[in-house]
T-cell receptor, first 114, second 111 residues
Framework: GAVVSQHPSWVICKSGTSVKIECRSL??????MFWYRQFPKQSLMLMAT?????????EQGVEKDKFLINHASLTLSTLTVTSAHPEDSSFYIC??????????FGPGTRLTVT | TQLLEQSPQFLSIQEGENLTVYCNSS?????LQWYRQEPGEGPVLLVT?????EVKKLKRLTFQFGDARKDSSLHITAAQPGDTGLYLC???????????FGTGTKLQVIP
């Protein structure tokens, strides 16, 4: 149980365009979802915390107007990278929790901006 | 911000060797978790330690939480190629359900 999926698994887009990444909890209702980014050979950095029906809380240094997060239901959160640039190329990972004791991670989305 | 420093950053060993990965902080944590992440995938939780001095074993992996709850270690006995991956420690970071990840240790086990 406690499976989290992400879609797409990888995406290539042109500079200036927007990209939407979905995060779904498949077999449980997630009270909270988290979005991370990970650069090559580095650790995970938390971008924002998302609760269903409320505005996301962004970490310091993360532009909320660039990384739009929508948490429309207890099983779906989306991250939209607006006006993407090559420096936004990264591995984006979401996680979901329902008990507060453990986060269940998605398989990640590789974004490449050309 | 509570920082978690891991050492070593990179480790390349031969199959059958033993190794230890360290996770250190100047802050006290109520608990620490260890994850393994394979390339192109999300991290997978290995263990959570919650009591100072606690030792947990998971087959060939032994996890220890420091007495002062500021550090933790992961010891792997007789490493196998399947142990290859990025090992991450993580701890609660003050916000509700938020965690901070350590700097990571990339392990390569050569057959």
């Amino acid at each position: 149980g406690a499976v989290v999926s992400q879609h797409p698994s990888w995406v290539i887009c042109k500079s200036g365009t927007s990209v939407k990444i979905e995060c779904r909890s498949l077999d449980f209702q997630a009270t909270t979802m988290f979005w991370y980014r990970q650069f090559p050979k580095q650790s995970l950095m938390l971008m924002a915390t998302s609760n269903e029906g409320s505005k996301a809380t962004y970490e310091q240094g993360v532009e909320k107007d660039k990384f739009l997060i929508n948490h429309a239901s207890l099983t779906l959160s989306t991250l939209t990278v607006t006006s993407a640039h090559p420096e936004d190329s990264s591995f984006y990972i979401c996680s979901a929790t329902f008990s507060g004791e453990e986060q269940y991670f998605g398989p990640g989305t590789r974004l490449t901006v050309t | 911000t509570q920082l978690l420093e891991q050492s070593p950053q990179f480790l390349s060993i031969q199959e059958g060797e033993n190794l230890t990965v360290y996770c250190n902080s100047s802050s006290v944590f109520s608990s620490l978790q260890w994850y393994r992440q394979e390339p192109g995938e999300g991290p997978v939780l290995l263990v959570t330690v919650v009591t100072g001095g606690e030792v947990k074993k998971l087959k060939r992996l032994t996890f220890q939480f420091g007495d002062a709850r500021k550090d933790s270690s992961l010891h792997i006995t007789a490493a196998q190629p399947g142990d290859t991956g990025l090992y991450l420690c993580a701890g609660p970071s003050g916000g509700y359900q938020k965690v901070t990840f350590g700097t990571g240790t990339k392990l390569q086990v050569i057959p």
